[in-house]
């Protein structure tokens, strides 16, 4: 059973940065695709980017040129810079593992960007 931990969400200005994180506890981090997803009030959740366990990255073409998704193997920590912060990005984010066999959620960490 893998278990997912996000924290860095915050209120920030338009314009600011913030830095996600999100720990893994489990062994099979390093086999994984990992992915951050948002889901703002009244909208379905979407997926913003992901990284796979040989590092091919992907993102949403909202947060492209803006977000960086990177992983950390030896820390188990998947990690989100965001740039250049817009209110739009306004929402829970949520940390996604992908193994061979399942799914797993992380609790989120509230965004708020201000205008």
């Known amino acids: 059973q893998e278990q997912l931990v996000e924290s860095g969400g915050d209120l920030v200005q338009a314009g600011g940065s913030l830095r996600l994180s999100c720990v893994v506890s489990?062994?099979?981090?390093?086999?994984?695709?990992m992915g951050w997803h948002r889901q703002a009030p009244g909208k379905q959740r979407e997926l913003v980017a992901f990284?796979?366990?040989?590092?091919?990255?992907n993102y949403a073409d909202s947060v492209k040129g803006r977000f960086t998704i990177s992983r950390d193997n030896a820390r188990n920590a998947v990690y989100l810079q965001m740039n250049s912060l817009k209110p739009e990005d306004t929402a829970v984010y949520y940390c996604?593992?992908?193994?061979?066999?399942?799914?797993?959620w992380g609790q989120g960490t509230q965004v708020t960007v201000s205008s």
């Open positions: 996604r593992q992908t193994t061979p066999l399942y799914v797993y």
């Open positions: 990284i796979t366990s040989s590092g091919i990255t």
């Open positions: 489990g062994s099979m981090f390093s086999r994984s695709t």
